[in-house]
T-cell receptor, first 115, second 114 residues
Framework: DQQVKQNSPSLSVQEGRISILNCDYT??????FLWYKKYPAEGPTFLIS?????DKNEDGRFTVFLNKSAKHLSLHIVPSQPGDSAVYFC??????????????FGTGTLLAVQP | EAGVAQSPRYKIIEKRQSVAFWCNPI?????LYWYQQILGQGPKLLIQ????????DSQLPKDRFSAERLKGVDSTLKIQPAKLEDSAVYLC????????????FGPGTRLTVL
């Protein structure tokens, strides 16, 4: 049972344009969401997160939007840069900060930013 | 600050052989995780330690996988005997207590079982 879904395996955008990566989840108990970026031969690195009490969180060029009623979140990258080319994973957990809060990951979206 | 260290980076073994992976978390991080990432999938949690105690091992195939975290620092993950379907990247991550849900990942060990 895939509780976190990233339905687009890949996405290609032009440098300077907006990249929008999408993520859907099925477990209504999830209330904390994270995005990780992964380069080849490296481990995932944390990018940005959002709590269910918010519907938007910004950090520089990266913004995450959460629509709880639709069980959907998205990551916007504006403007996109070639260095943003990587696999992006969406992850979700129940609760925040507890010792047992495990992350459930999506399958990832490969973003390619063309110069 | 040094990141999460893992070794080896790559390992190729025959099926039915055994293999072990090592992880050194970020200094001071109480929580340590082992994930399995099969090609085309997201990381899946195998086991989570809080200091040297197991918090969650519900998805660890205990008939062939084992893990330990001695003295609440380094950890080893062992597979014995390996199967073809164990071919994957094994990721170690750590986090400080009360940090929220952000985890810091190591580079992973890519295991190929022939």
């Amino acid at each position: 049972d895939q509780q976190v879904k990233q339905n687009s395996p890949s996405l290609s955008v032009q440098e300077g344009r907006i990249s929008i990566l999408n993520c859907d989840y099925t477990n209504s108990m999830f209330d904390y969401f994270l995005w990780y970026k992964k380069y080849p031969a490296e481990g995932p690195t944390f990018l940005i997160s959002i709590s269910s009490i918010k519907d938007k969180n910004e950090d520089g060029r990266f913004t995450v939007f959460l629509n709880k009623s639709a069980k959907h979140l998205s990551l916007h990258i504006v403007p996109s840069q070639p260095g943003d080319s990587a696999v992006y994973f969406c992850a979700a957990s129940e609760g925040y900060g507890g010792a047992t809060n495990k992350l459930i990951f999506g399958t990832g979206t490969l973003l390619a930013v063309q110069p | 600050e040094a990141g999460v260290a893992q070794s080896p980076r790559y390992k190729i073994i025959e099926k039915r052989q055994s293999v072990a992976f090592w992880c050194n978390p970020i200094s001071g991080h109480a929580t340590l995780y082992w994930y399995q990432q099969i090609l085309g999938q997201g990381p899946k949690l195998l086991i989570q330690f809080q200091n040297n105690g197991v918090v969650d091992d519900s998805q660890l195939p205990k008939d062939r996988f084992s893990a330990e975290r001695l003295k609440g620092v380094d950890s080893t993950l062992k597979i014995q005997p390996a199967k073809l379907e164990d071919s994957a990247v094994y990721l170690c991550a750590s986090s400080p207590t009360g940090w929220g849900n952000e985890q810091f990942f190591g580079p992973g060990t890519r295991l190929t079982v022939l």
